[in-house]
């Protein structure tokens, strides 16, 4: 059981209006709109992770968008201090930050989760988006490959198309 977390995370409990439950390694975990949150204790270094899912990468042109993805972590100035992370061994993409808790006010915690929460909804949308370019640039190679259809654009004597 934590010791450094229970003040913290009984001010998030008040401020969401019901009742987190620790595990047995002191960690709590949050359902989001899409994705989970989880707030673990490192006791030692008096340190708390928040760790956000994100979403899996496509597989079509996986290695751009996951180039793309840790492009953002460079000085962590696109992900505002926060880290991303790929799970290879579950496909998913992560946001992590590694917030001291000493001298931390309760008030300062809930608002840095909540910051957490917007991050990785944005970063949820941008994952998305990623994905559909990417799966776009995919279907316009096949596309190309594949060359026009029977009977598509062509033309007749007075430059009308069939």
Sequence with gaps: MSQILPP??????RQLGFPLE???DGAVFLSMEEGALMIQPLESSRQALLYATI????????????????EANLFLLETHGAALSYDARN??????LLLPLDGLSTEAFVNTVDG??????????????MNRQA???????????????PGAGREGAMGLRA
Excluded at 135 to 149: C, F, I, K, T
Aim: proline share 7%.
């Design 8 to 13: 913290f995370t009984e001010a998030l409990s």
């Design 22 to 24: 620790p595990s047995k």
């Design 55 to 70: 979403g899996v990468p496509t597989p079509f042109r996986r290695r751009e968008v996951l180039t793309a993805l840790m």
């Design 91 to 96: 496909e998913m993409v992560g946001l992590n």
């Design 116 to 129: 957490m929460v917007q991050s990785a909804a944005a970063w949820r949308d941008r994952l998305r988006e």
């Design 135 to 149: 799966e776009d640039r995919v279907r316009e190679a096949q596309s190309v490959l594949e060359g026009p259809q």
